[in-house]
């Protein structure tokens, strides 16, 4: 470690890579052993190491930790270009390998077909640590290093099942082609298999963990080698490294969101100093061996000729498997170019994974040729030092002559904006210094040189192709500087689109992380969330389509359709509700946090990109907006509407996490003023972080909506006896609807109504009258007229609809109850008369909804059995039954008496008696009030309606207006008009103006 952190300065200084230069110092150390006393035996002892060893401490960490820090989005979407390579590119390259081993290196002598193809999958593994090592160092793009990576990750597993079924071959062993075969894919599947199995037990226990950093990185370690050494020593005998790169992945997927917010950045720098620690070591230990074992007197000087041939051969091996896979890999969702595919070739390093195979084959003893034994580990030695050595150190410069590396024209521009800001961010803090009289006697000049401020832009100006050619050309001065940052290059206006678009798109992604991190999310919402944005950024020349992809993702039909089937069925029934809830609950947590950082996303750019782009950067808010448009009609039509209490639910739990959190703020503030000392800390915060570990398990769910809690809003049901709802309730019946479905269609026969418990519904009738209904509300009540023998209207569901359904036979009683008999027909009223449009005149028709309700209020209702006298002279509404209308002067007989059949309207001083026909009549009498005003306030009945409404019922916020002013008027005239306010007789409030005017503002 003590060499490794040298060569980490040296690093630093020279930029030479890192494990090439590890490699070397462990070739000089074991060369020249001998020579350094007790640190030279130290290096022998070393040598001798059991190459099993290397596999067992030092590859499982290295494994899990480039697995872990990989990005699983592309990982994924690139996963059978990946497999293309790792698994049949793996057996056809093996198979190359040993061609060129038996032919073209002329040793069929010493290497049958079972010792070729063992070394041939031995040179067929590129190390993953050496290659994620180089391509951390050299700027290569995410997607190629995902690429890379992920091909050696797998790659490795793939060519050591390869390497054991052949080693066992090589040892003399007889195996049959059917356990050949058993063999292969128990090592290559059952160890990805073993790899998932403990990832989802480690995240399982990590969610039980609660502030425990320690616990948590030791949870993760001790996994990590359990699970290979299970894999690779016990009897199940499959493939550790497959295990433990699906171990790593799966936590990259899925396990972030396990480990305690607090911990997490502490996790992902011990895992990376635990990959730092094995990459050096590894690194090291191989050289020494090199040094030790291979550069001995047993290799010939033909040899050393056929090391550099072989060298070659394997990068045209390579070359010819890429092209292999070449047509597979131009469909891959990023594109693959030329230039890719060519550092795909030459990137493939080899180093510690086939240097411990070929230990293990030289260690083998008499079961294998001596010949082989040395020729292995000779070849595979000088192969991972050539790699190392010439290609290490020679991807960066072909990376960038390639253009792989290169910026975009925003990009660039991007960086100078960044410089520009740092610069006069820079230049205003001094300025702001200089009045410090604490600071007075600094030296300002000198502060300009030490802060390296013009080092620091040219440096990253350097990056950029302008800045580089520049820095060629002239000394940048400070002036020229300035002059510089000022301007931008040159770009089209959809490459800036493109741009603007991506970089909203990370700065999405960040915001969604930030929100689970203050626990204003969960943490399926944040991965699911994240997940979007990665789609969309695999296609930035396209419009935003993120909430649509969430959309898809949350809302399935066949989900609704098999719920609706089996709601019924009593436990399968409550498991499909609760099934249902958390489904809509995660999608309410989706939406909402989607709207919040999108609003915050479009803030943020606003802030930093420059006028001249706004055209451009509003082009994109516009998309963004279109998909906020859509997440708001998505949770007003499945959650508002139907799920109502998820809202509150929700909101409920954020505001309590966010009340948490500041609390401890509060107390961690108090401890960085000293004002309270560690022991008082963890006292204070112990009950906060138990509490806000519970809430984060802990799902905060309302009580489902039901008939016997919505009863005593329903007007009419809540004056029924106890006895009466619970019979009701009894035999009431749950149903669902899903969107666009019909309830009941009008002309059907007349069975019952619905109460609705969640989601809004449109009854409507065939002449185009409808209303509309949400929780709470009866759907049909028309239905249970007595007359009505079909249903009077269509009720349709405008959103996924809960509802119970009661029969008509169950309101026999309605009409033995007098306040129930009133309540009903207040209710129903307003509907049927709309409903029966023509049968009543314009001006009580086209009333809104409203005040027809404030009129049916206002009527007195009348029952009336057979031949009973009606006095009609107000006039009113026939809602129910038959009246006989006999005309004044005329002989009573058939021929002169007028019938009238409900619904319809009596007109005002028409007549002053009616006789009641055969069965009940019903009728709305209207007040004599109105019935004097009628015939001058048709044209404008609902002022009529709502004066006489005030005058009787009062407004409640205008009488207390007017009792505010009515306390200071003394006037008894003024007194007197204040009066026919409150009585209504006044139609406005001129007279109440007037007062204010008089009396003062403040009235």
Known sequence: LFVGGLLREVNKKFKVPYTPMLLIAGIMWGLVDNHLGLIGKSGEIMSRIDPHIILLVFLPALLFESSFSSDYHTFRREFWQILSLAGPGILVGAFLTGLVIRYVLDYKDYFGWADSLMLGAVLSATDPVAVVALLKEVGASKRLNTLIEGESLLNDGTAMVLFVVMFDFAKGESLSALDVIGKFFRLSLGGPLLGLLFGAGMVFWMKRIYNDS?????????????????????????????????????????GRTSIDVNSEEVIHNFWQVIGYIAETMIFLLSGIIIGEKVLGDEIKLADWGKLVLLFVFLILVRGAVVLLAYPLFVKSVYGFTWQQAFILVYGGLRGAVGLSLALIIYGAGDEINRDVRDLSLF????????TLLVNAT?????IEKLGLAKSSNVQEDVLTQVCRTVYDETKESINELKSDKFLRFADWKKVKELTELKQFIVRVLERTSTGKKITKEKEIEYNFLEEFLLSTSKKSKQEM???????????????????????????????????????????????????????????HGWVLKFFSKVKRVKVLGRICTWFLYNKMTFSYDVASTFLVCHEYAEATLRQVIDKENFETLESVISESDEQMELCRVFISENIELIFSEITRDIQTKKATYAVLMRQLNVINEFRSHGLIDDKEFKLMTHNIQKTIY?????????????????????????KLSQEKLEQLILNSREVLVQNEDYIFKEGNPAEGVYVILRGKVREFNHEGVEFFHGFGSIVGLQNLLEYAKTNLTSGKAESIVYAVFLKKSEFAEIHNNDEAYQEFWNTVSPALIKLSSGQFPKA???????????????????????????????????????????????????????????????????????????????????????????????????????????????????????????????????????????RGTVADFSVLRRFTKTQGEEH
């Open 214 to 254: 320690v616990m948590e990185r030791t949870l993760m370690l001790f996994t990590t080698y359990l699970a290979f050494y299970i894999a690779e020593a016990t009897s199940l005998h499959v493939s550790g490294i497959l295990a433990i790169v699906a171990l790593g992945l799966y936590m990259s997927a899925w």
């Open 379 to 386: 070849h595979t030695a000088g192969i991972a030092s050539l």
């Open 394 to 398: 020679t991807t960066g410069f072909f």
């Open 497 to 555: 689109e493109n741009e603007i678009r991506t970089r909203f798109l990370t700065t999405l992604k960040g915001l969604y992380w930030h929100e689970y991190e203050k626990g204003q999310c969960e943490a399926e919402t944040a991965l699911l969330l994240i997940e979007s944005a990665n789609v969309a950024l695999d296609e930035e020349f396209k419009s935003l389509k993120d909430w649509e992809y969430l959309e898809n993702a949350l809302i």
């Open 694 to 718: 519970r809430l984060k398990r802990k799902s905060i769910k309302s009580e489902m909506p039901n008939l016997r809690g919505i009863i005593p809003s329903i007007p009419f049901l809540d």
């Open 844 to 982: 009580i028709v086209s009333l809104e909804y409203s005040m027809m309700e404030k009129l049916v209020k206002l009527c007195q209702l009348g029952k009336y059995y057979e031949n009973e006298i009606v006095l009609a002279e107000t006039g009113g509404f026939l809602v129910s039954g038959c009246l006989q209308k006999v005309p004044e002067n005329s002989i009573m007989n058939s021929e002169s008496i007028i019938a009238l059949e409900a619904p319809c309207f009596i007109e005002p001083k028409e007549c002053s008696e009616l006789l009641s026909g055969s069965g009940t009549a019903v009728v709305l009498h209207i007040s004599e009030e109105m019935a004097r005003d009628w015939e001058f306030s048709k044209n404008h009945f609902g002022v009529l309606v709502d004066r006489v409404f005030n005058a009787k019922f009062g407004n409640l916020d205008e009488i207390k207006e007017i009792s505010e002013v009515r306390r200071t008027v003394v006037n008894p005239r003024e007194k007197t008009e204040l009066a026919k306010i409150i």
